[in-house]
């Protein structure tokens, strides 16, 4: 069955980066899109932004560019969110989702979720 | 950018009742690209209805999508327990590619 795993819980001061990390199962990893969505506390969901496990290319959200950088390493079968500059405003949790449209084809919504990633940044 | 406004923001029903959700585009948007989802407090989103119609596998029959353009709805007949959680419409198509509505809470009265 299909499986997301997400990296444990960070605490981050305001300036640093933080890495999360995505360890997908059960399907074939480089044939699915991979999305990052956030959710700070309290609110909604937030797009950031996708990449294609099979050939490393990727599409940021606009608002988030040269803050958020979307890597696989397909050995591994594991996808990384890396946001730098933290600001306060940057505490979600973080969701990587998965598009099920495979062989490269988008269906333009997620199917399979991780369980999420709660990034705290505070001084 | 397209705007998804969901109303209303919190529903108060009693189990067995029906559910009507809204989700209204600011500007019309291909049905093929809304979605809807279901969270649950401390889960993440569960895949409902995409293609505004179609349900996810495993879904109830009870969970119903429809509408068109800059309108659609999700239905939920016969309110079970396990519904009480927040809903999300999603579509894809303008920048920012993909955009959620904020969401409406299905709270037990």
């Known amino acids: 069955q299909v499986q997301l795993v997400q990296s444990g819980a960070e605490v981050k001061k305001p300036g640093a980066s933080v890495k999360v990390s995505c360890k997908a199962s059960?399907?074939?990893?480089?044939?699915?899109?991979m999305h990052w969505v956030r959710q700070a506390p309290g609110q909604g969901l937030e797009w950031m932004g996708w990449?294609?496990?099979?050939?490393?290319?990727?599409n940021y959200v606009q608002g988030f560019q040269g803050r958020v950088t979307m890597t696989r390493d397909t050995s591994i079968n594991t996808a990384y969110l890396e946001l730098s500059r933290l600001k306060s405003d940057d505490t979600a949790v973080y969701y990587c989702?998965?598009?099920?449209?495979?062989?490269?084809?988008?269906?333009?919504?997620?199917?399979?979720w991780g369980p999420g990633t709660l990034v705290t940044v505070s001084s | 950018e397209i705007v998804l406004t969901q109303s209303p923001g919190t529903l108060s029903l009693s189990p067995g009742e029906s559910a009507t959700l809204s989700c209204r585009a600011s500007?019309?948007?291909?049905?093929?690209?809304l979605t809807w989802y279901q969270q649950k407090p401390g889960q993440a989103p569960r895949l409902l209805i995409y293609?505004?119609?179609s349900r996810a596998t495993g879904i109830p029959v009870r969970f119903s999508g429809s509408g068109s353009g800059t309108d659609f709805t999700l239905t939920i007949s016969r309110l079970e327990p396990e519904d009480f959680a927040v809903y999300y419409c999603?579509?894809?198509?303008?920048?920012?590619?993909?955009?959620f509505g904020q969401g409406t809470k299905v709270e037990i009265k």
């Open positions: 989702a998965r598009d099920p449209g495979g062989d490269g084809y988008n269906y333009y919504y997620f199917d399979y």
């Open positions: 293609g505004a119609s």
């Open positions: 990449i294609n496990p099979n050939s490393g290319g990727t």
């Open positions: 500007q019309s948007i291909t049905s093929t690209y």
């Open positions: 059960g399907y074939t990893f480089t044939g699915y899109h």
């Open positions: 999603q579509q894809y198509g303008y920048s920012p590619l993909y955009t």
